[in-house]
């Protein structure tokens, strides 16, 4: 399929709570946070006592994922959590919260915690983005927050989202109801998706499909991916 080709097209993906019709030429791909600090062993992540393996799953699925996508010209969109330097935009409430040794802003082994500009904040190189991927810097766990996320996508006629990114059960469920609400339909891919934990990732994923697909839809990487190619 060339870029041409897919302004017409919509293929049915196997989905759950019932099939999912894409449109490529109306849809996006939306990576949310695969950052280093979060992903990488001796990261942010990891120093809070998380098994990263649980995360890094994901990233070997999400690379094909991200392949196809490129290879069709689909569009992609990165988003980083974190802030900036002087942490201006870190509500004291979120550095405070959980009374941790290492908080964001703190200096680690990749540099200050969840702040712009750090190797720690950055995104990990086997999902870089290349140009013309947008990558939106987020201080909050939804994606839409104090972003111009909402004002990329319309302008680019965007109305589907296919989910992937870290973590479930909050910056992509954080995301995916902020975008739910917005008015577009999501299609979150859970072998893109990761918790530090088990039951958060099941439930995360059962709380978007619940109730006729409350917040969206779930589905898998392969299906996208024998789709588009
Ligand atoms: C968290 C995120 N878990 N990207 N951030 O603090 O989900």
Known sequence: MNHSES???????DA????????????????????????EPGGFGESLGNDVSLLRRTIGPT????????????????????????LSDLPIAKKLRGNPTLSIGDKSAMGRILVRGEIGHDIIPELYPIAGEPVIDKPGKGAFYATDLDTILKNAGVTQLLVCGVTTEVCVNTTVR????????????????????????????????????IFGWVGSSPAIIAALT
């Open 7 to 13: 302004e017409t097209i919509m293929i049915i993906i």
């Open 16 to 39: 759950e709570p019932y099939e999912f019709h894409l449109e490529p030429a109306r849809a996006a791909l939306l990576i949310i946070d695969m950052q280093r600090d979060f992903l």
């Open 63 to 86: 690379k094909a994922l991200l392949a196809a996508a490129r290879a069709v010209g689909l569009k992609v969109i990165h988003t980083r959590e974190g802030h900036r330097p002087d």
């Open 178 to 213: 902020e975008a739910n609400d917005r008015g577009y339909d999501c299609l979150v891919l859970d072998d893109c998706c990761g918790s530090y934990f088990p039951e958060f990732q099941e439930m995360g994923l059962r709380m978007i499909k619940a109730q006729g697909g």
